[in-house]
């Protein structure tokens, strides 16, 4: 008899810094991307509770959580992710498609500066971690939606590192932290129907043995989430994904965002990864 119960690796969780941006002013206003729904009712104290609960998961896993102050009128601020990127203590500002977004870019920057790190206004418009994730030593860049290939070698060239660039399709899946989540430093889980062919290509190459998750679990944006390397904090509907997680020796913590969900983001939005 063969034993198919391969054990699973083990995971070492290491520390994380992490800039996060309480919802006050949260609400659904205007609509740029599908999930959105302006004419629908939120509820803003309920989108701080389960934000909180986010928060205090983080804390508990001691992580180091910055807070940026929330401003009136920039209901997306929340999504955290898009303020920037930053690798080595080099904050690469955010650049917003929509107008609606625009001035959150200055206030990322500003809090990024005031905290000591190298800031570079980018000239090309970039949504920050939404669209660019460090993997491999490699910087995997989406585009399509929202990011622009220009803001790729922009990238490339601050931060001396590889580029992969891939081109996102489902319009529902905007950002690459919808369709991609980050595992460790060379693990990765994806929905490869969010990609082109080539990109899938390039997917494929780099990581074959990657989490490969259900239609069903991205679309409670299950992918939007956030790994310290063991511990992976991902939307609590995302049943399979957390299945499959576990397999590998992970340890899935499930959180609840419905009410952030309403604009379009979910756990990894929420959360800004700060490296020194
Ligand atoms: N309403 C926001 C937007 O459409 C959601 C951003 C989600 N953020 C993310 N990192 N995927 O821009």
Redesign the pocket.
């Known amino acids: 008899m063969t034993d198919t119960s391969a054990a699973a690796p083990a995971r070492t969780a290491s520390k994380r810094t992490v800039l996060m941006c309480r919802p006050d002013y949260f609400t ?1 206003s205007y609509r ?2 599908p ?2 729904h302006p004419e629908d009712p939120t509820d803003t104290s309920l989108a701080v509770k389960q934000w909180d609960v986010l928060h205090q998961i983080y804390l508990d896993l001691d992580f180091d959580v910055h807070l940026i102050e929330p401003i009136v009128g920039l ?2 601020m929340v ?4 303020g920037g990127f930053v690798i080595d203590n080099i904050a690469y500002g955010a650049s ?3 107008p ?2 625009q001035p959150e870019g200055p206030a990322y920057m500003d809090w990024f500066e005031a905290n000591g790190f190298d800031v570079r206004v980018p000239e090309e418009v970039n ?5 660019f994730l460090l993997v491999a030593g490699k910087i995997l860049a989406g585009t399509g939606f ?1 990011t622009a290939t220009n803001s790729h070698g922009e990238v490339a060239a601050i931060y001396g590192r590889e580029v992969v660039s891939l081109n996102l399709v489902n319009p529902s899946f ?5 369709a991609v989540a980050v595992l460790d430093d060379n693990n990765i889980a994806y929905l490869p129907s969010a990609f082109d062919e080539s990109s899938l290509e390039k997917l494929r190459t780099l990581f074959p043995d990657a989490v490969i998750v259900t239609e069903q679990d991205a679309a409670v ?1 299950g992918l ?1 989430s956030f790994s310290d390397g063991y511990n992976v904090v991902i939307a609590s509907r995302a049943k399979d994904f957390e299945r499959q997680l576990r397999e590998r020796g992970y340890n899935p913590i499930g959180v609840d965002l419905s009410e952030l969900l309403l ?4 756990v ?3 959360t800004l990864e700060l490296r020194r």
């Open positions: 659904v740029i991307n999930w959105m209901p997306d999504y955290a992710a898009n917003f498609t929509y609606e977004r949504e920050g971690e939404g669209d929202r905007y950002h690459l932290d919808t944006l939007n604009g379009g983001g979910g990894k939005c929420c």
